[in-house]
C-alpha cells in the first residue's frame, strides 16, 4: 500500500509533518534494510508495513526483507521467544543448529544487500545471527527486540545474547526491556497508523454488516479481544473472566486473531481456547485471515469494552488500538501495556481473571465514566503512539548511528 506523510497533517499537524521531511532530507538516497521473519500477523509486520513506504515518501531507500525458515527453525525460534520473556525453554545444541544453519541460508539470499546497506534493522531473535555472518558489512546495524525480555529464562539469553553484541545499537520499547550490551540502547515504544484499515473510521452500514455476519445482539454488552491466539495473551483467563461477569449481566464476548507463519503454538492454543469455551453460544472465538483489517477494526468499535490480558507483553498494539477508538482498556498489568493504560484514566491493569471480571463489571454499570474514559483514551494516543513520533524517533536514531561518533550514550 502506498503512503504519503501529508495523509496524516490532519490528525497530527503540519509541524509535525514539517519537522518528519526535515530529518528525511539528511537520510534521503540512504539504504535502510529492515529484516524481520514474517510478512503479516503480529505487531512486528504491521509496523513495517507502514514503516517502509513513509521512509520510501521521504527519499529513503528503504526496504522491508523477510527470512525463510522451516518448520524446525520456528519451533526453535518461538522457543527463543518465550524463553526470552520468561518461560523456561530447553533449546538442545541441535535446536541452536538448526538456528544457525537457516540464518546461514537466508545470507546466502540476503548478505549482499545487506553488506551493502547504510543502516540495517534487524527485528527480533529470528533474524540475529545475520549480523555474525555479513563479515563485509558496510553499514550500521540496529537489533529491535519486540518483546518484553525484563526476566529473560538465563540459558536462553546467554545463548543469544553473543549475537546481539555485535550490534552498534539495540532498540527497546520500555526501559524495564534493557540489558548490559556493550552499545548504546534506545527505548522506542512502537505506534499505530492511524488511516490504516485497522484504525480508519468506518461507516454505520460497515459496522452493522459485521455485527449481523458474525451474529452478535445489539442489546447485550460486547467484550472484545483480538490478539493472536499464544499462552501469553491469556485468552483462556479472559473466558474466565467472561464466566464470572455472566452470572451477574448477560454479555457477549469476542476472542479474535489470526495466526503467524513465525508461530508454531497457534493451533494448540486454539483448541485449549475452544475447549474452554465449552460451546458457549455468546462466546465468539474467531480465526481470521491476516487481511481482515476491516473486520477487526469494526469488532474493536463494537465493543464495549476492549481487554488485553497478557500474562506477557512488550507491546500491545491492539491494546492502542482499542484506546484510539475511544474505548475503555483493561489490561494485564504487565510490560509495555503499563504505558498505553493509565489506570483509572484510559482503562484499568489487571493480574487475574478474577480482577478482570471485577473492571467488566464496574464499567458496564458505568456508562458515562466508560464514555469520559474512551475520550482521554483516544487523545492520549494521539500524543503519544501514533507513527509520526516513531517515525521520528527511529530517524533521529538512524542519524546518530550513521554520525560515527565514538561516543557511547545510553538513552535507558
Known amino acids: 500500500m502506498t503512503r504519503y506523510l501529508e495523509a496524516y497533517e490532519g490528525i497530527v499537524g503540519a509541524p509535525v509533518i514539517n519537522r518528519l521531511r526535515q530529518l528525511g532530507k539528511g537520510l534521503a538516497g540512504k539504504r535502510v534494510v529492515h529484516v524481520n521473519s514474517t510478512r503479516e500477523g503480529g505487531g512486528v509486520a504491521e509496523i513495517l508495513d507502514w514503516m517502509v513506504p513513509l521512509m520510501c515518501d521521504m527519499g529513503i531507500d528503504a526496504r522491508w526483507e523477510v527470512i525463510q525458515g522451516t518448520g524446525a527453525f520456528f519451533n526453535v525460534t518461538k522457543s527463543i521467544h518465550n524463553g526470552l520473556q520468561g518461560y523456561p525453554a530447553a533449546i538442545t545444541p541441535a535446536g541452536w543448529e538448526t538456528f544457525l544453519g537457516v540464518n546461514r541460508q537466508n545470507h546466502a539470499l540476503l548478505g549482499e544487500l545487506l553488506e551493502e546497506a547504510d543502516i540495517v534493522v534487524i527485528h527480533d531473535p529470528q533474524p540475529a545471527p545475520l549480523l555474525k555472518l555479513c563479515e563485509k558489512r558496510k553499514g550500521k546495524w540496529i537489533w529491535r527486540g519486540h518483546i518484553d525480555i525484563s526476566h529473560p529464562y538465563r540459558p536462553v539469553w546467554k545463548e543469544l545474547k553473543p549475537f546481539l ?15 548490559p550490551l556493550p552499545h548504546p540502547q534506545f527505548i522506542v515504544p512502537p505506534s499505530i497508523d492511524p488511516l490504516s484499515d485497522k484504525n480508519c473510521d468506518l461507516p454505520f452500514s460497515e459496522l452493522e454488516e459485521v455485527r449481523a455476519r458474525f451474529g452478535l445482539d445489539p442489546n447485550r454488552p460486547l467484550v472484545t479481544q483480538i490478539s493472536r491466539f499464544d499462552r501469553f495473551k491469556d485468552p483462556v483467563g ?71 490480558k497478557s500474562t506477557k507483553e512488550g507491546f500491545g498494539l491492539t491494546v492502542t488500538e482499542g484506546l484510539w477508538k475511544g474505548k475503555p482498556v483493561i489490561g494485564g498489568d504487565v510490560g509495555g501495556i503499563r504505558r498505553q493504560v493509565v489506570n483509572y484514566h484510559t482503562g484499568f491493569l489487571v493480574n487475574t481473571p478474577e480482577g478482570a471480571a ?34 521520528q524517533e527511529y530517524l533521529t536514531l538512524f542519524h546518530e548511528a550513521l554520525r560515527g561518533s565514538d561516543e557511547r550514550r545510553f538513552y535507558v
Open 165 to 179: 553484541e555485535s550490534y552498534d545499537a539495540s532498540i527497546f520499547s520500555m526501559n524495564d526491556f534493557a540489558h
Open 238 to 308: 479472559v473466558i474466565e473472566a467472561y464466566n464470572l461477569v455472566r452470572k451477574i449481566i448477560p454479555l457477549q464476548l469476542v476472542l479474535a486473531g489470526g495466526g503467524a507463519t513465525d508461530d508454531p503454538e497457534g493451533k494448540a492454543v486454539l483448541d485449549e481456547v475452544t475447549e474452554a469455551a465449552a460451546n458457549d453460544p455468546d462466546i465468539h472465538i474467531l480465526l481470521l485471515p491476516p487481511d481482515a483489517h476491516r473486520t477487526i477494526n469494526a469488532l474493536q468499535r463494537l465493543a464495549d469494552i476492549v481487554i488485553q
Open 358 to 391: 471485577h473492571r467488566i463489571r464496574f464499567l458496564l454499570h458505568h456508562a458515562e465514566l466508560r464514555k469520559e474514559i474512551g475520550v482521554k483514551a483516544k487523545e492520549f494516543i494521539r500524543e503519544n503512539f501514533l507513527l509520526t513520533r516513531q517515525l
